[in-house]
Every structure is written in C-alpha cells, then in structure tokens.
C-alpha cells in the first residue's frame, strides 16, 4: 500500500483526493498546520510517503488588501519550502512531489500550452514562486511535478458551489462582456489526472483544464441551459472590483489553457467541454 500525504487536505482538492484515493491501494494522511510548522514530525511524516501532494495556500477567490495579498504568497511559498525542506534533510524521501500552481500564470491574450508565455502581475508572479519553490525538492530519489489548475467545478465545492445560486434564481448573467476565456476541469477528471500521473511516475508540469476552453458567455449559457433559468442580466466588472479590489481579475481576467502534455501523453477526459461538465454536475 502507498502512501499520499497531503498539505492543504481540508479544502475542497484535498478532500476530494482523500476520498477518491482511499477507494483504491493508498493511505492518505494529511499534513496538519501543527506537523508542517514542526520540522522533527514533519520529516518523520515525509520519511515514510511514497507521494507528497501540495495544496497549501489561502483562497484566492477573496478581495485583494495588501494585507492579503501577503497571505496569498506566505501561505504558498512558506509552506512549500518546509516541505522541500524537509524532503531535502530526510534519507528515504517521497518518490515524487506534485505541487500547485495555476493558469493564473498566463497572461490573458491568446490560447496557452503548459510552454506558453508567462505575465508579470501579481497572481502569474506568485505562480512563478510558487513553482520554483516546489521544483528545488526534484532530485534522484525525487520526482517533481507542477500541476497548473483551471478553475475547479464539483457538485460540493468549488467555484460552481458560490455561482450556482444566483443562476438558479435566474438571476445569472455574463460578466462584464462576456468574452474572458474561462478555463476549467471537472472535479473527477482532476483526480484521475493525478491517479493517472502518479501511477505512470510522469515529471512534467501539466495544465489541469479541459481540453476545450470555453468563454464566460460560454459557461453563463450552459449554466442557463441545463438549469432552464434565464441569463440576461450581465455583472458590471466594476461590481466585481468594489467586491474584491484587484482579485477581481481572477475573474475578469481569463486565461485560455490547453492540456497538451497531459493529452499528447495518453490521458482521456471525461468532461470536455463546458457543456458536458455543466450538464453532469447540475443534472
């Protein structure tokens, strides 16, 4: 039996990679905030797992105060490099690091493969941290791979979880033109993507999206669809500024991702497009 231990499993990833791993040959354990800020449990803990998982870090759905955007960055980076110290100073480290990171990393021109151009705002600078942190833990004993999210949809949590309502209420609409990319995966294709990458034991960095990116216009119409309510009234962008300041952009600002690596190497979504995803977890 292998063993997954994962920082960050309280959230909405974390706990749906320990419910969907235990049905298989593994013991998840989690890595509570007491463990990681305790080098001694911290190294013993990693000194007996095969794979780290690394989901650490504060919600980035959430207005953007100085004071916050600090949070965003220490709860990533501080965490990861305990981690990877910890991996570092321990004799029979995990066999392989998968950590975090984002789409957010792109800028939001054009259409990106785990290769493409980076920006230099906030959120695609924390992303760069945050993953050169997590690649300084690559070694011969261990792997390390970056896994860029889309936006998350699940039945119980997520992004889906905090629009769903208003939609519902037909009172859903586009936000700001509409026109933003929107790139996203479901729930059950996320998981299996790591079930498929570790099982295979493939470094790479991937981009955990559909493989068919859509537009806000696009998810607002299969939300309406497949919940038979209207969506006409748009989302003023400037609403969504005086709400969350400058993390507005997290929803304004799409980034159009492509799963290349993860598709040129075999993997098969269930849930390609907006429709498909939408019409599965609202049915």
Same mark, same amino acid.
């Given at each position: 039996?292998?063993?997954?231990?994962?920082?960050?499993?309280?959230?909405?990833?974390?706990?749906?990679?320990?419910?969907?791993?235990?049905?298989?040959?593994?013991?998840?354990?989690?890595?509570?905030?007491?463990?990681?800020?305790?080098?001694?449990?911290?190294?013993?803990?990693?000194?007996?797992?095969?794979?780290?998982?690394?989901?650490?870090?504060?919600?980035?759905?959430?207005?953007?105060?100085?004071?916050?955007?600090?949070?965003?960055?220490?709860?990533?980076?501080?965490?990861?490099?305990?981690?990877?110290?910890?991996?570092?100073?321990?004799?029979?480290?995990?066999?392989?690091?998968?950590?975090?990171?984002?789409?957010?990393?792109?800028?939001?021109?054009?259409?990106?493969?785990?290769?493409?151009?980076?920006?230099?705002?906030?959120?695609?600078?924390?992303?760069?941290?945050?993953?050169?942190?997590?690649?300084?833990?690559?070694?011969?004993?261990?792997?390390?791979?970056?896994?860029?999210?889309?936006?998350?949809?699940?039945?119980?949590?997520?992004?889906?979880?905090?629009?769903?309502? &208003?939609? /519902? !209420?037909?009172?859903? @609409?586009?936000?700001?033109?509409? #026109?933003?990319?929107?790139?996203? *995966?479901?729930?059950?294709?996320?998981?299996?993507?790591?079930?498929?990458?570790?099982?295979?034991?493939?470094?790479?960095?991937?981009?955990?999206?559909?493989?068919?990116?859509?537009?806000?216009?696009?998810?607002?119409?299969?939300?309406?669809?497949?919940?038979?309510?209207?969506?006409?009234?748009?989302?003023?962008?400037?609403?969504?500024?005086?709400?969350?300041?400058?993390?507005?952009?997290?929803?304004?600002?799409?980034?159009?991702?492509? &799963?290349? /690596? !993860?598709?040129?190497? @075999?993997?098969?979504?269930?849930? #390609?497009?907006?429709?498909?995803? *939408?019409?599965?977890?609202?049915?």
């Amino acid at each position: 039996m292998k063993t997954i231990a994962i920082s960050g499993a309280s959230g909405f990833v974390g706990s749906s990679l320990t419910e969907f791993f235990t049905q298989f040959d593994y013991k998840v354990i989690p890595i509570k905030r007491e463990t990681l800020d305790n080098k001694t449990k911290l190294e013993e803990l990693l000194n007996s797992s095969d794979i780290l998982i690394n989901l650490s870090g504060a919600n980035i759905i959430n207005r953007w105060s100085e004071s916050y955007k600090k949070l965003l960055y220490s709860s990533r980076i501080d965490s990861t490099q305990k981690l990877v110290s910890a991996i570092k100073n321990i004799e029979n480290p995990p066999k392989m690091l998968i950590s975090t990171s984002a789409v957010g990393i792109y800028d939001n021109k054009s259409t990106y493969d785990e290769n493409g151009n980076f920006s230099n705002d906030f959120l695609s600078s924390l992303c760069q941290d945050w993953e050169k942190e997590a690649l300084k833990a690559k070694s011969e004993k261990t792997k390390a791979s970056i896994f860029r999210f889309g936006i998350i949809l699940g039945e119980d949590g997520g992004a889906l979880q905090k629009m769903i309502t &208003p939609f /519902k !209420l037909g009172l859903g @609409g586009v936000i700001g033109s509409g #026109k933003q990319a929107f790139s996203y *995966i479901h729930i059950q294709d996320l998981l299996e993507a790591y079930k498929f990458v570790i099982e295979n034991s493939y470094e790479d960095t991937f981009n955990l999206t559909a493989p068919k990116p859509t537009t806000n216009k696009g998810l607002t119409l299969a939300l309406g669809k497949t919940l038979k309510r209207p969506t006409i009234l748009p989302l003023p962008e400037f609403v969504l500024n005086i709400i969350f300041s400058e993390g507005a952009k997290v929803l304004t600002d799409g980034q159009s991702a492509v &799963p290349k /690596k !993860l598709l040129d190497l @075999g993997f098969e979504f269930k849930y #390609k497009t907006i429709e498909e995803t *939408i019409e599965n977890l609202c049915k």
